[in-house]
């Protein structure tokens, strides 16, 4: 894997907790992004060669609004880059490794993603992406 590519926190609200980020990291949220697939809107920061993804659940049955009533808000994915994210599902399947989807889907900011299941990670929620060129 090349780099952690951003870290994925699962917020209430994203009207609250977009400017308490912008005045913590020193920078201007550059993109806000629903991603209907999942149930969710996305912002992004950019904090060097990294990105902080703050997630807000749009429906009940979003995977945040779950994570939300289990555990409360806080980190929910650390996200991984990858060169070919098709080699590296692979990879990770022959190692053993639980995927939760079974093709790479699109997700926000231009990437094909692929979660890997914590029960293999130490209880992590694994984010694989690739940008899409
Ligand atoms: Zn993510």
Same mark, same amino acid.
């Given at each position: 894997?090349?780099?952690?590519?951003?870290?994925?926190?699962?917020?209430?609200?994203?009207?609250?907790?977009?400017?308490?980020?912008?005045?913590?990291?020193?920078?201007?949220?550059?993109?806000?992004?629903?991603?209907?697939?999942?149930? +969710?809107?996305?912002?992004?920061?950019?904090?060097?060669?990294? #990105?902080?993804?703050?997630?807000?659940?749009?429906?009940?049955?979003?995977?945040?609004?779950?994570?939300?009533? #289990?555990?409360?808000?806080?980190?929910?994915?650390?996200?991984? =880059? +990858?060169? @070919?994210?098709?080699?590296?599902? =692979?990879?990770?399947?022959?190692?053993?490794?639980?995927?939760?989807?079974?093709?790479?889907?699109?997700?926000? @900011?231009? #990437?094909?993603?692929?979660? +890997?299941?914590?029960?293999?990670?130490?209880?992590?929620?694994?984010?694989?992406?690739?940008?899409?060129?």
């Amino acid at each position: 894997m090349l780099k952690v590519e951003h870290i994925g926190i699962a917020v209430k609200s994203l009207e609250t907790s977009i400017p308490v980020y912008e005045k913590l990291l020193n920078t201007p949220c550059y993109k806000q992004e629903a991603v209907a697939s999942e149930n +969710v809107i996305t912002a992004f920061f950019q904090t060097g060669e990294n #990105k902080i993804e703050l997630l807000e659940a749009t429906a009940a049955e979003s995977a945040i609004a779950r994570f939300l009533d #289990k555990k409360g808000e806080g980190i929910h994915h650390i996200a991984f =880059e +990858v060169a @070919d994210i098709y080699a590296e599902m =692979e990879r990770l399947r022959s190692e053993g490794f639980v995927l939760l989807n079974e093709t790479p889907k699109k997700g926000a @900011d231009n #990437k094909l993603i692929c979660f +890997v299941h914590p029960k293999n990670t130490n209880g992590v929620l694994i984010e694989i992406c690739q940008e899409i060129r």
